[in-house]
């Protein structure tokens, strides 16, 4: 891992799309202490007290994976987050991975992720991954939507470095797993993210194109379309903007 750390950025993730990402090496990270315009999921602005949380990006080279399984890199960095998550968070907590792009702890974010992927030729040629975890920060403006972070979970105060390497060493390992599976055929992460899935098998209500519906979510496809079984018996394949979370049912 190369970490360029930073007291101050607007976007780790525009700092990164800058560079001349055929020579940076893999795992390069960049690091900000604090963000000033950090980015969220659909354009959003993502909030972070300086000092207190993590946000970061980092750049892949997945030239393994075809560009209409892109949603597989996804699916690997969030089980990443979640298997350090698990060091650090009680044994009996849940945590949950919610489509397309967030983690939540007891149905409160605690992380977001944001990928985005540059192609060349019909291949994928390099993504940027940015996340932003919340670590220390147990004051959350009004305007963030049910935000959690580790301390407000176990009352315990993280050193932020010592968790980013921590953290990057997960997510490096769930890269090499998808390298492999991509190769093998394999379906573990597959079958791994879909058991961790929010609200997955549950029927919940959901806003569908601003209409409530009741559904329950049964798959996420190779494009990283959310599918869902309604009660009517009516199957949808949904984008990110065409739904929204009313429910969280977080596993047990």
């Known amino acids: 891992m190369d970490l360029l750390i930073f007291d101050s950025l607007g976007s780790t993730n525009r700092y990164c799309e800058l560079l001349d990402l055929s020579m940076v090496g893999e795992f390069t990270v960049v690091y900000a202490r604090e963000q000033t315009a950090g980015i969220g999921q659909r354009g959003n602005c993502w909030h972070s007290a300086p000092g207190q949380n993590l946000t970061f990006s980092f750049v892949l080279k997945p030239v393994f994976l075809a560009v209409g399984s892109q949603y597989m890199l996804t699916k690997a960095i969030s089980l990443g987050i979640v298997d350090w998550l698990a060091t650090v968070l009680p ?13 939540y702890v007891g149905g409160n974010k605690i992380c ?29 403006p009004d305007w963030v939507p049910n935000p959690t972070s580790v301390k407000l ?14 953290l990057v060493g997960k997510l490096e390992a769930r890269y090499r797993q998808l390298h492999d599976a991509m190769l093998c055929g394999s379906d573990i992460l597959d ?21 409530e519906v009741r559904a329950a979510i049964t798959g996420v496809n190779q494009y990283g379309h959310l599918e869902l079984l309604t009660a009517g018996g009516d199957r949808l394949v949904c984008q990110m903007k065409e739904l929204q979370f009313t429910e969280y049912h977080s596993r047990q």
């Open 91 to 103: 044994a009996e907590q849940p945590v949950d991975i919610k489509w397309p792009n967030d983690i």
């Open 191 to 211: 079958r791994e993210y879909l058991s961790l899935l929010l609200n997955h098998g549950e029927e919940c209500t959901y806003l569908y194109h601003d209409k």
């Open 112 to 140: 977001g992720v944001l990928v985005s992927n540059r192609l060349q030729g019909g291949q994928l040629a390099a993504s940027i991954v940015g996340v932003g975890i919340n670590i220390n920060q147990t004051v959350f």
């Open 153 to 166: 979970i176990t009352g315990k105060e993280l050193n932020l470095e010592e968790s980013l390497k921590g």
